[in-house]
């Protein structure tokens, strides 16, 4: 047992002796105490890099006004994060042991040894005045460690070897695969797609699209601005070839199936071309930007927001409304103006009756979403606009939205309605030269608004349960009454037969005090329609002040749960639906069966 111990204790006594051997010849001096180890680098004043891989070409990056650009092996944009992230470790790059110079020379078979007769990689880095060069020999033996060279300081380091995952093995990993570097401040697009050319301006004032080629039309800002971010956002697949002199027509740019400029002002930023779609995957096709050799592939599918026609990028809204709406004037046979008299309060202009201000958002947002079905004609002459019923643009048939009560000089909008051709309306803005169409359903709802009546307040009234004193029923040639004696209290009138359910007539006298039409129908809607019979249901509510509300029910309205109801207002009539929820009350609890007593 001493002799075996003492044969382990032998073996461990070399393996020290040989550990301390190699770190006296490889390791004299120790770390390089609180020195990088490229002294005076310092990350943001690095104007150029060059990166050579062991057998490989070399990759030379160039800093121009805080963008960096490939040189070599051939011009073009640099991924300038990729860049910046390699010199920010270099920056802080320190050496874990430094080798001197007499033990290198010493070692007939140093650069090989070390891997700097035939590096890893050799690096050159510029910051003005300054330099720095860089040869990267092998790896440690446990591989967490590498041999580096600075040339001009004398021996040799060795760093960390995590560092060397910043290098790029090839160019491909240097290049900036966004197709398009920005798409901010642009305020000019070109699209040539095929022989057709369009070109959209933005205006500076209220950032709105507009076509100026091949018409000046307002454009579709909503697709523009989504055809830009999804632009912004596209990657390239593949690089395939750098060639300046390779013929561009097998690739189908040249001339390209699709070309896109972007601008500023006057002045063209940027272009892209797209091209034939790939061969073995249609899911691609090859791209190009301008002002460099690189033929690129890209999604397709990408680029179908921008293969539209000329109309495809016009305003499918009627129109846009660029400021609050303050007042409305409807045109036509009865001609109204609705005005708003503060916040969000709206009166009818000659009118003894309340607005309701629901309505009329509903109205305005309405118009907000008119949407053209069809670009019929521009370039209108008088004739023609004759033909579609828009010729007259004096009264008619027209809205007029106004930002501003009683400022006839810069509405908003003015629409013009004209004739109608199957499910198409005719319409015209006052301030263009084209004529669109509506679909029929469309403008059908706008047609409903035509007049004053529409927009009446469609509270009918207000008043609590605890006012009435009774409710007197008439239907079928019969009477009730419905006595109020308190709360959830309820009798029959003397002479009155049936069942009373207190709590259920409480709550259907409560929703009748906040009764609220659905829609209005008409203002002094003819008796003899709308099934209005004699001997329909009819509810008088006498209240405690002595006043009377009374409303009578027509025909019930298929499938809606409701039906038609008339009520008195002033000196008019008015028509309405009545609301389904309390229809379902009223039929429940406040009729009179026919077979009633």
Known sequence: ??????????????????????????????????????????????????????????????????????????????????????????ESLSPATRLSAAEIGSDKNADAEYGFDNPLYSLAISAGDQAWQLRVGKKTAPGDQVFVRVVGVDGAFVTDASWLQFLPQNATVWRDTSLVTSIRGLDLIEITNGVKVIELQQDTTNHLWRMTRPLSARADNDRITIALEQLSSIQITGFINDDPKADLSIYGLQPANLSLWLGDETNMISGIQLGKVVADNPSLAYARRTGWNSVVTVTNDLFSIWRGAVNDFRDPHLLELTAPVREIAFGGTNPFTLQETDSNVWRLVGANFPVDTDTVSDFIHLMAGLRVAEFVKDNNTATDLQGFGLADSSGGNQITLRSAVDDTNQPIAQILFGNTDTNLVYVKRADENSVYALNLEDFNQVKLAENAWTFRDRRIWDFSETNIVQINLSQNGKTRTLLRQGVNMWALGTGSQGIVNPAELEETAHRLGQLTALGWVARNFPATEGGFEPGNLQITIELKNGEKKSVGFGTELPGANTALATVSLGDDRWAFVFPPVVYQYVSTYLTIPPDAP
Request: hydrophobic share 50%; net charge neutral; glycine share 10%.
């Open 1 to 90: 047992m001493k002799t075996q111990s003492t044969v382990n204790w032998f073996i461990v006594a070399v393996l020290l002796f040989a550990v301390i051997w190699f770190w006296q010849r490889h390791g004299i001096g120790g770390p390089a105490a609180g020195t990088g180890l490229l002294p005076g680098l310092h990350a943001a004043a690095v104007t150029e890099i060059e990166v050579i891989p062991g057998g490989a070409l070399a990759i030379d990056a160039a800093r121009t006004n805080g963008v960096w650009q490939l040189e070599k092996p051939y011009p073009y944009p640099a991924q300038t994060v990729a860049i910046e992230n390699l010199i920010s470790r270099l």
